[in-house]
């Protein structure tokens, strides 16, 4: 068996592990990581890094490597690539699983403006706060840069390139984060708003719970479509079952 993970997230890392660990030893797990971050954690078995050429390019490599299940593990906000690897899947007549980390949802206390997009979010800053803890990632700061009234503390793995605010300071970081350490980063830098992406999971949560701490609103970039009919789970765990119980099952969550 060649099992094949689109990911670069904490799900895909840990079901790699978890396929590694549980297939017969003559099977084949590749991860294929995006490139877009300059040291990458690298999960066990084959890696592979970099772009497929689109969904034509993507279903040629699974026929030509005999790829027996493809799985979905990209961030929520990959986009294009989910919408590639349906494509893709169906072409090279390869059973393909989403493995989708449940999003946030808003509790008691949270003040939570949902928004369709960067540029949304950034058109309802001016009057949400002035000192902004900016943890969209560093791509699409371009929204944010004719915002010269306001102060952005902006965190990162790799440092940003410009076009970006004017008045901007970086942190270069990874999760996972603490509470105590978010706390303390609004706290520092008296942040009044918080704009961040659903992207789920517990890594980057703690930034949630310092906001509604602290009484300040947060604007949450929605999630992007996601191709239909495509099966999902919600864990690596999940995963892992749904290849157990042949490809094509559909997961219990």
Same mark, same amino acid.
């Given at each position: ?13 840990? !079901? ?18 995006? #490139? ?6 690298? @999960? ?12 034509? #390019?993507? $279903? ?9 299940? !493809? ?14 690897? =349906?494509?893709? =899947? ?14 946030? %949802? ?8 949902? %928004? ?10 001016? $009057? ?8 969209? #990632? ?6 944010? $840069? ?12 790799? $440092? ?38 659903d992207s789920g999971g517990a890594a980057t949560a703690p930034k949630l719970a310092a906001a509604r701490e602290a009484g300040i609103p947060v604007v949450v970039v ?5 191709p239909e009919g495509v099966a999902e789970a919600g864990t690596p765990e999940r995963a892992l079952d749904w290849l157990r119980g042949g490809p094509g099952a559909? @997961?219990? #969550?």
């Amino acid at each position: 068996m060649h099992v094949l993970v689109l990911g670069g997230t904490t799900e895909a890392r840990r !079901l790699a592990e978890l396929l590694v660990a549980a297939l017969p030893e003559d099977a084949r797990v590749t991860s294929s990581l995006a #490139g877009r971050v300059a040291s990458p954690r690298l @999960p066990p078995g084959e890696v592979r890094v970099g772009g497929f050429g689109g969904a034509d #390019g993507l $279903a040629a490599w699974l026929c030509t490597h005999q790829v027996d299940a !493809l799985i979905d593990a990209t961030h929520p906000f990959a986009g294009t690539i989910s919408f590639n690897a =349906a494509t893709a =899947a169906s072409a090279a007549h390869v059973p393909l699983l989403a493995l989708r980390r449940p999003g946030w %949802v808003p509790g008691r206390g949270d003040d939570w403006h949902p %928004v369709g997009s960067l540029e949304e979010a950034a058109r309802a800053l001016p $009057a949400l706060g002035r000192r902004v803890f900016l943890t969209t #990632g560093r791509m699409g700061l371009a929204a944010f $840069a004719g915002l010269d009234g306001l102060w952005f503390l902006m965190r990162s793995v790799d $440092a940003p390139e410009p076009p970006h605010p004017a008045r901007m300071e970086v942190l270069l970081e990874r999760g996972p984060f603490s509470l105590d350490g978010e706390r303390e980063l609004i706290r520092r830098h008296r942040v009044d708003v918080l704009v961040t992406k659903d992207s789920g999971g517990a890594a980057t949560a703690p930034k949630l719970a310092a906001a509604r701490e602290a009484g300040i609103p947060v604007v949450v970039v929605r999630r992007p479509p996601v191709p239909e009919g495509v099966a999902e789970a919600g864990t690596p765990e999940r995963a892992l079952d749904w290849l157990r119980g042949g490809p094509g099952a559909q @997961p219990s #969550g």
